[in-house]
Nanobody, 122 residues
Framework: VQLQASGGGLVQAGGSLRLSCAAS????????IAWFRQGPGKEREFVARISRSVSTYYTGSVKGRFTISRSNAKNTVYLQMNSLKPEDTAVYYCAASTLVGLATTPGMYSYWGQGTQVTVSS
């Protein structure tokens, strides 16, 4: 599967963005899809995940602000980000895995899209 992330940009604190992760080559519902992010000088960290069965899981710092969803018709996974904070500034990556169980570390994902930059100004 090939993944293409898009939708990043510059937004003021409190604003919203919607990221898209478009899949090609395979059906996105075949995989567990996650969003990770990597801020300046930081390690890549888990943000959210949607499983093949459409169950969702979020890291604590984004819970209640971000929503991950999937469109089978468009073969795309979305990350709706509301109430953005400067600390959300990072390059955001989508990734796919077929591993059973909750996977929150980058090494558990075999397929990656290119990153999309999200910058939140204060």
């Amino acid at each position: 599967v090939q993944l293409q992330a898009s939708g990043g940009g510059l937004v003021q604190a409190g604003g919203s963005l919607r990221l898209s992760c478009a899949a090609s080559g395979r059906t996105v519902s075949t995989y567990h899809i996650a969003w990770f992010r990597q801020g300046p000088g930081k390690e890549r960290e888990f943000v959210a995940r949607i499983s093949r069965s459409v169950s969702t899981y979020y890291t604590g710092s984004v819970k209640g602000r971000f929503t991950i969803s999937r469109s089978n018709a468009k073969n795309t996974v979305y990350l709706q980000m509301n109430s953005l904070k400067p600390e959300d500034t990072a390059v955001y990556y989508c990734a796919a895995s077929t591993l059973v169980g909750l996977a929150t570390t980058p090494g558990m994902y075999s397929y990656w899209g290119q990153g999309t930059q999200v910058t939140v100004s204060s």
